[in-house]
């Protein structure tokens, strides 16, 4: 009797392992993944590097079986591409990952309801609906500790401008027009604009083309510091050795990585799946862990500090419309001519 019962357990007890490792993860729409299995791949496009992509959709491959095709280039070219496909009635996309998603026109973004946007901080979201913030930029200076010993870092851009021993040595990224805005927005018209001209003309800052190479330059000791750019980029290269860090200082412009999708995509049903898992714990731990700032409040940064060690700030979050971004983009060249 007692064997018997000792087989039903342990048969019991295999079939309760066998079902928790073949249960869905709770992020997969069931009405949506036998019509997405048959939809067979997805078009992602972002501006999220490979090496932190890819890792990111291999888990969304391996939970759903569907194969993801990745685009990555940069902010304004996808949404040139993505425009000029539309325009030639092309639908080769079917879901955007990138910091621009709102500079696309509404009539491009599909209005979504998804189930994990309820965890979502409803200043990270549309209210309309037609896109989801995934991921935080934090725009704050990055230096090589090298080169640079702060005992005291500047708590904002009016005291970084006494720092003259960096005058020459700093480096900017090529299209840094939001946080030229967030000066603005946080000193005002004229003291902002006055601010900005004489960093320009006095500390003579090189753009550099793209973030991403702005950090390995700053860890590689081609600049002394940077006035501004991603913490999860500093934060990356210091993990890994490179000789650099950050600190916070007002004011600090946040960028939402945002996910929207096509309302003509060529894979629906794959799209809204993998909106809501870039929404889910389970895709936030993942961006987390592939170097990026979560959104979530529920999952710990990637060093847990990330956030934390930026201290009490002025942070300014900003979007932009086309044409914002225009007058923006103008104006920062402005001041770069003014070197």
Same mark, same amino acid.
């Given at each position: 009797?007692?064997?018997?019962?000792?087989?039903?357990?342990?048969?019991?007890?295999?079939?309760?392992?066998?079902?928790?490792?073949?249960?869905?993860?709770?992020?997969?729409?069931?009405?949506?993944?036998?019509?997405?299995?048959?939809?067979?791949?997805? +078009?992602?496009?972002?501006?999220? +590097?490979?090496?932190?992509?890819?890792?990111?959709?291999?888990?969304?491959?391996?939970?759903?079986?569907?194969?993801?095709?990745?685009?990555? @280039?940069?902010?304004?070219?996808?949404?040139?591409?993505?425009?000029?496909?539309?325009?030639?009635?092309?639908?080769?996309?079917?879901?955007?990952?990138?910091?621009?998603?709102?500079?696309?026109?509404?009539?491009?973004?599909?209005?979504?309801?998804?189930?994990?946007?309820?965890?979502?901080? %409803?200043?990270?979201?549309?209210?309309?609906?037609? #896109?989801?913030?995934?991921?935080?930029?934090?725009?704050?200076?990055?230096?090589?500790?090298? &080169?640079?010993?702060?005992?005291?870092?500047?708590?904002?851009?009016?005291?970084?401008?006494?720092?003259?021993?960096?005058?020459?040595?700093?480096?900017?990224? @090529?299209?840094?027009?939001?946080?030229?805005?967030?000066?603005?927005?946080?000193?005002?018209?004229?003291?902002?604009?006055?601010?900005?001209?004489?960093?320009?003309?006095?500390?003579?800052?090189?753009?550099?083309?793209?973030?991403?190479?702005?950090?390995?330059?700053?860890? @590689?000791?081609?600049?002394?510091?940077?006035?501004? +750019?991603?913490? +999860?980029?500093?934060?990356? &290269?210091?993990?890994?050795?490179?000789?650099?860090?950050?600190?916070?200082?007002?004011?600090?412009?946040?960028?939402?990585?945002?996910?929207?999708?096509?309302?003509?995509?060529?894979?629906?049903?794959?799209?809204?799946?993998?909106?809501?898992?870039?929404?889910?714990?389970?895709?936030?731990? %993942?961006?987390?862990?592939?170097?990026?700032?979560?959104?979530?409040?529920?999952?710990?940064?990637?060093?847990?500090?990330?956030?934390?060690?930026?201290?009490?700030?002025? &942070?300014?979050?900003?979007?932009?419309?086309?044409?914002?971004?225009?007058? #923006?983009?103008?104006?920062?060249?402005?001041? &770069?001519?003014?070197?």
């Amino acid at each position: 009797m007692f064997r018997k019962l000792a087989t039903a357990l342990t048969l019991a007890l295999a079939t309760t392992a066998a079902t928790a490792q073949t249960k869905a993860p709770s992020w997969i729409l069931p009405d949506l993944m036998e019509g997405a299995k048959a939809e067979g791949s997805l +078009n992602v496009y972002s501006s999220v +590097n490979e090496q932190e992509g890819l890792p990111l959709w291999k888990e969304f491959e391996a939970a759903t079986g569907v194969k993801v095709n990745y685009t990555r @280039a940069n902010d304004a070219a996808l949404t040139s591409k993505i425009q000029i496909e539309a325009r030639s009635g092309q639908q080769s996309w079917d879901v955007l990952v990138t910091t621009s998603v709102t500079r696309l026109p509404p009539a491009l973004r599909a209005q979504i309801d998804l189930p994990e946007a309820a965890s979502i901080p %409803a200043q990270m979201r549309d209210p309309d609906r037609r #896109w989801y913030g995934v991921y935080a930029n934090y725009n704050t200076p990055a230096y090589n500790t090298n &080169l640079v010993k702060l005992d005291k870092p500047p708590r904002d851009f009016e005291e970084f401008l006494t720092h003259k021993e960096w005058i020459g040595r700093v480096g900017i990224d @090529a299209l840094e027009f939001p946080w030229t805005k967030s000066i603005i927005d946080h000193y005002g018209e004229e003291k902002g604009d006055r601010l900005l001209k004489q960093f320009f003309t006095e500390f003579k800052p090189t753009p550099v083309d793209g973030h991403l190479a702005l950090a390995r330059a700053v860890a @590689a000791g081609e600049y002394a510091v940077t006035v501004s +750019n991603y913490v +999860n980029l500093t934060n990356n &290269l210091k993990m890994s050795g490179a000789p650099t860090d950050y600190w916070g200082q007002s004011p600090v412009a946040v960028l939402l990585g945002q996910v929207a999708v096509n309302p003509r995509a060529p894979h629906p049903k794959a799209s809204r799946i993998a909106a809501n898992y870039l929404l889910s714990k389970e895709g936030q731990t %993942a961006v987390a862990r592939f170097g990026r700032l979560p959104v979530r409040a529920d999952v710990i940064p990637t060093p847990p500090d990330a956030i934390t060690k930026l201290g009490d700030v002025k &942070l300014l979050p900003l979007d932009f419309s086309p044409e914002e971004e225009k007058l #923006w983009q103008k104006r920062y060249q402005d001041y &770069l001519r003014g070197r």
